[in-house]
C-alpha cells in the first residue's frame, strides 16, 4: 500500500497539474535578442534543467533561432535573419522546472524531503497546441509566442527543372504565428516533408 502526502491540484479535467512530487515547469527568465544575426539570449537555467523557450518578433520576420548551452546555462541564439526581412526585438520567454526565489510571505509546497517545489509568485507554464501545416499563418485571437521549431520543408516549380527547396521554421508577431522560410537548394523533383504537424504557444500577455 502506497501513500501520498500533501496537497496536489488538478485540471478542470482532473488531470495533475502541481504535486508536491516535481516542479513544474514556469517562467525563470525573460529578455530580448536584437535583431543582429548570432546575437543570443543567455538564461540562468543550468544545462542540467529542462528549458523550454518561447519568442515573439516587434515584425514579421524570416528567421530562425537555435537552443544552445553557452557557460552552463540555456540560451537562445538568433541563428539567421532571411535578407529582405527585419524582425525587430525578439522577446524570449523561458521556462524551466526549477524553483526562484520566493519572497519572505507567501504560499508554497514543499517534497517530503522538505524542499520547496512550488510557491505562489512561480509563473506556470500555460502552453497549447496548434495544428499547422508546413506554410502557415494563424490569428490566435490573443498576444502569442512560439516555441522555436523547424517545421519542415518543400519545392515549388519556378521552371519544367528547377524546383527552389524552402525549410520552414516557426514565428509569431502580435496576435499571429507563421511560419518562416529560408532556401536550403533546390531539386528537379517535387519534395513536400513535415517534421511536425503541431506548434507550442503561449499567451504572451499572461507573462508580460
Given at each position: 500500500?502506497?501513500?501520498?502526502?500533501?496537497?496536489?491540484?488538478?485540471?478542470?479535467?482532473?488531470?495533475?497539474?502541481?504535486s508536491?512530487?516535481?516542479?513544474p515547469?514556469?517562467?525563470?527568465n525573460?529578455?530580448?535578442?536584437?535583431?543582429?544575426?548570432?546575437?543570443?539570449?543567455?538564461?540562468?537555467?543550468?544545462?542540467?534543467?529542462?528549458?523550454?523557450?518561447?519568442?515573439?518578433?516587434?515584425?514579421?520576420?524570416?528567421?530562425?533561432?537555435?537552443?544552445?548551452?553557452?557557460?552552463?546555462?540555456?540560451?537562445?541564439?538568433?541563428?539567421?535573419?532571411?535578407?529582405?526581412?527585419?524582425?525587430?526585438?525578439?522577446?524570449?520567454?523561458?521556462?524551466?522546472?526549477?524553483?526562484?526565489?520566493?519572497?519572505?510571505?507567501?504560499?508554497?509546497?514543499?517534497?517530503?524531503?522538505?524542499e520547496?517545489?512550488?510557491?505562489?509568485?512561480?509563473?506556470?507554464?500555460?502552453?497549447k497546441?496548434?495544428?499547422?501545416?508546413?506554410?502557415?499563418?494563424?490569428?490566435?485571437?490573443y498576444?502569442?509566442?512560439?516555441?522555436?521549431?523547424?517545421?519542415?520543408?518543400?519545392?515549388?516549380?519556378?521552371?519544367?527543372?528547377?524546383?527552389?527547396?524552402?525549410?520552414?521554421?516557426?514565428?509569431?508577431?502580435?496576435?499571429?504565428?507563421?511560419?518562416?522560410?529560408h532556401?536550403?537548394?533546390?531539386?528537379?523533383?517535387?519534395?513536400?516533408?513535415?517534421?511536425?504537424?503541431?506548434?507550442?504557444?503561449i499567451?504572451?500577455?499572461?507573462?508580460?
Open positions: 500500500m502506497s501513500c501520498m502526502y500533501g496537497l496536489s491540484i488538478t485540471k478542470p479535467d482532473g488531470s495533475l497539474w502541481i508536491p512530487g516535481f516542479t515547469q514556469c517562467l525563470i525573460k529578455g530580448t535578442i536584437p535583431a543582429t544575426e548570432k546575437a543570443f539570449f543567455k538564461t540562468s537555467i543550468p544545462s542540467g534543467k529542462s528549458c523550454f523557450f518561447f519568442i515573439r518578433t516587434e515584425k514579421k520576420a524570416d528567421v530562425m533561432y537555435t537552443h544552445e548551452q553557452i557557460d552552463g546555462y540555456h540560451a537562445l541564439r538568433l541563428h539567421q535573419i532571411v535578407r529582405g526581412t527585419n524582425p525587430g526585438v525578439t522577446t524570449v520567454y523561458a521556462f524551466a522546472n526549477m524553483v526562484t526565489q520566493p519572497s519572505e510571505y507567501g504560499i508554497a509546497m514543499y517534497n517530503p524531503s522538505g520547496m517545489i512550488y510557491h505562489g509568485e512561480m509563473m506556470l507554464l500555460d502552453a497546441l496548434i495544428p499547422v501545416d508546413i506554410k502557415f499563418e494563424k490569428d490566435l485571437g498576444p502569442c509566442a512560439i516555441m522555436p521549431a523547424l517545421v519542415g520543408y518543400y519545392n515549388w516549380q519556378r521552371t519544367p527543372y528547377d524546383r527552389p527547396i524552402y525549410t520552414t521554421s516557426t514565428g509569431a508577431t502580435g496576435n499571429k504565428i507563421y511560419s518562416c522560410e532556401y536550403s537548394g533546390r531539386a528537379t523533383w517535387d519534395i513536400r516533408k513535415p517534421y511536425i504537424d503541431k506548434v507550442l504557444v499567451n504572451s500577455s499572461i507573462y508580460d
